[in-house]
């Protein structure tokens, strides 16, 4: 009767531990982690930040392509505000402008994780900051290629019942080449 109680409490014991919610967050970094503190996220928080991120490739890429930044910013309102070119914060109107001053373009493409996987920084419920290592791609009229790798922070806010993109930090090129090091140390 007492191995029959034991053996219960064990199953007992042991269902429950996987059921327990996912707690995956800058505390716990058993996932790969940076030094600034992004972890990879847990397979069901991938699904969770993945289709935000695409969604705002999607917008950027057909803003630069139709040369309308408002096709990004009738989407993402909060990106017009707090334009910062030399520290990279919300600076999709420059690409839009400077792609377009010597080329037509005809396509875009990206691939969010053409570098590496994402990563995930939460900062609460309602806010988390992904980290992307993109790439991204517009065909000429040419039929040669402009654009290439991406290294951009995205801020996410959970608004009415799905994640927006409320603000960008794109990577500078000093920024872009500390990280490298950073990255080469780990």
Same mark, same amino acid.
Request: glycine share 2%.
């Given at each position: 009767m007492i191995l029959l109680l034991r053996t219960i409490m064990i199953v007992l014991f042991v269902s429950l531990i996987g059921c327990q919610q996912n707690t995956s967050s800058t505390d716990n970094l058993t996932a790969e982690s940076d030094l600034a503190?992004? #972890?990879?996220? *847990?397979?069901?928080?991938? #699904?969770?930040?993945?289709t935000p991120v695409r969604e705002y490739m999607y917008y950027r890429t057909q803003?630069?392509?139709n040369k309308d930044i408002h096709i990004l910013w009738d989407r993402y309102p909060d990106l017009k505000e707090n334009v910062d070119l030399k520290l990279g914060i919300n600076i999709e109107e420059n690409e839009v402008e400077s792609?377009?001053?010597?080329? @037509? !373009?005809?396509?875009?493409?990206?691939?969010?994780?053409?570098?590496?996987?994402?990563k995930v920084k939460?900062?609460?419920? @309602? =806010?988390?900051?992904?980290?992307?290592?993109?790439?991204? #791609?517009?065909?000429r009229d040419d039929f040669d290629e402009s654009g290439g790798e991406h290294l951009i922070k !995205?801020? !996410? *806010? @959970? %608004?009415?019942? @799905?994640?927006?993109? #409320? %603000?960008t930090d794109e990577y500078t090129l000093? =920024?872009?080449?500390?990280?490298?090091?950073e990255k080469e140390q780990i």
């Open positions: 503190g992004f #972890v990879q996220p *847990e397979p069901s928080d991938w #699904v969770k930040y993945i803003a630069v392509v792609l377009n001053q010597h080329f @037509h !373009l005809l396509d875009a493409n990206y691939n969010v994780e053409g570098y590496e996987r994402m939460t900062i609460s419920d @309602h =806010e988390v900051e992904v980290l992307i290592h993109a790439s991204i #791609v517009y065909m !995205l801020f !996410l *806010e @959970h %608004k009415n019942n @799905h994640w927006a993109v #409320v %603000k000093p =920024e872009y080449k500390e990280w490298m090091k």
